[in-house]
């Protein structure tokens, strides 16, 4: 199966989790606090993972798709994942409300030019890990 196909639709459903963790907060410190931190908690882990999934998409799609800055989503996730004392909210609620709407776009584009089976991205998009992004096939 294709690595980027893979990687682009867990991000693309990281990025539908945190949009949908964070809707109902007005500030980062809302958002921080709410929930016993549970949902910036979960955002925290789900940005981790959309940085060690930007490290699997292949480097002629990230050199295509320039206007991503791939060195620094990685270069986040090293800080959120060793950052044992606590992560910085505000930078999280920055991050939610300035680059995920932009990257979201991003994958949608790169999940059409991988040019995938219109039958395996159903089936893949049927499981219940993907149901965020089930509009990928609508």
Do not use: C, P
């Amino acid at each position: 199966m294709n690595k980027n196909l893979i990687s682009s639709l867990t991000i693309l459903e990281a990025i539908e989790k945190i949009l949908i963790y964070s809707s109902e907060y007005q500030s980062y410190s809302d958002f921080l606090w709410a929930n016993d931190q549970k949902d910036f908690n979960a955002t925290a882990n789900l940005l981790i993972a959309i940085g060690e999934e930007v490290k699997n998409i292949d480097h002629n799609l990230k050199e295509k798709y320039s206007e991503v800055s791939w060195t620094n989503i990685v270069g986040m996730r090293n800080i959120f994942s060793h950052n044992y004392r606590g992560i910085d909210a505000e930078l999280v609620w920055n991050i939610i409300h300035s680059d995920l709407i932009q990257l979201k776009d991003v994958f949608i584009r790169i999940v059409k030019e991988l040019d995938i089976e219109t039958a395996l991205l159903e089936n893949i998009l049927n499981s219940e890990f993907y149901r965020h992004i089930r509009y990928l096939i609508d």
